[in-house]
T-cell receptor, first 114, second 113 residues
Framework: DGGITQSPKYLFRKEGQNVTLSCEQN?????MYWYRQDPGQGLRLIYY???????QKGDIAEGYSVSREKKESFPLTVTSAQKNPTAFYLC?????????????FGPGTRLLVL | AQTVTQSQPEMSVQEAETVTLSCTYD???????LFWYKQPPSRQMILVIR??????QNATENRFSVNFQKAAKSFSLKISDSQLGDAAMYFC??????????FGAGTRLTVKP
């Protein structure tokens, strides 16, 4: 079945530690996105990538980093510079970069700070 | 900056009844897309319906339909014959360029049996 997978479902981070969230898609989509969701709020864009080896910052990129070495994969690293990382993280993908392209979402990863 | 406002933090509806969720947005663009996403307790975001701003006809998907008022910048979602499985958070979203998608804060819908 085609879809977007995110792992792990839950992730715990210690102070000063970098952690990486995985996002994989087998939909052959070119564009991929990372969003952060806080309680009572909508989604905010962290990073996006329209094509392999290229990515751009979203609204809240500080403290995060990404890579796009393969079309299928778009991992997100939460660095120690992100002072308030506790949130729900959603990965999405779309066929292309047009505005009409619908974004499809993975099941999400909940990150908690110990 | 483009913003999306959902003025109803919570709504409830009786099973089999109809409910309307409100959404307004702020933009100076003329060509854009609007979406409603559903987020059930599993927290996966599921596309419910989408509307192209250049189309005057309101989009429909089975029991879900929208009332798109471009001049008023309003995009409400109507759910007919509500079912228990419709209980979820509903997010309105606006997209006007390749990479800028704005979400409202969400409306929590409860369906009473």
């Amino acid at each position: 079945d085609g879809g977007i997978t995110q792992s792990p479902k839950y992730l715990f981070r210690k102070e000063g530690q970098n952690v990486t969230l995985s996002c994989e898609q087998n939909l052959n989509h070119d564009a991929m996105y990372w969003y952060r969701q806080d309680p009572g709020q909508g989604l905010r864009l962290i990073y996006y990538s329209q094509i392999v080896n290229d990515f751009q910052k979203g609204d809240i990129a500080e403290g995060y980093s990404v890579s796009r070495e393969k079309k299928e994969s778009f991992p997100l690293t939460v660095t120690s510079a992100q002072k308030n990382p506790t949130a729900f993280y959603l990965c999405a993908s779309s066929i292309g970069e047009g505005t009409r392209e619908t974004q499809y979402f993975g099941p999400g990863t909940r990150l908690l700070v110990l | 900056a483009q913003t999306v406002t959902q003025s109803q933090p919570e709504m409830s509806v009786q099973e089999a009844e109809t409910v309307t969720l409100s959404c307004t947005y702020d933009t100076s663009e003329s060509d854009y897309y609007l979406f409603w996403y559903k987020q059930p307790p599993s927290r996966q975001m599921i596309l419910v319906i989408r509307q192209e701003a250049y189309k005057q006809q309101n989009a429909t998907e089975n029991r879900f339909s929208v009332n798109f008022q471009k001049a008023a910048k309003s995009f409400s979602l109507k759910i007919s014959d509500s079912q228990l499985g419709d209980a979820a958070m509903y997010f309105c979203a606006y997209r006007y360029n390749n990479n800028d998608m704005r979400f409202g804060a969400g409306t929590r819908l409860t369906v009473k049996p």
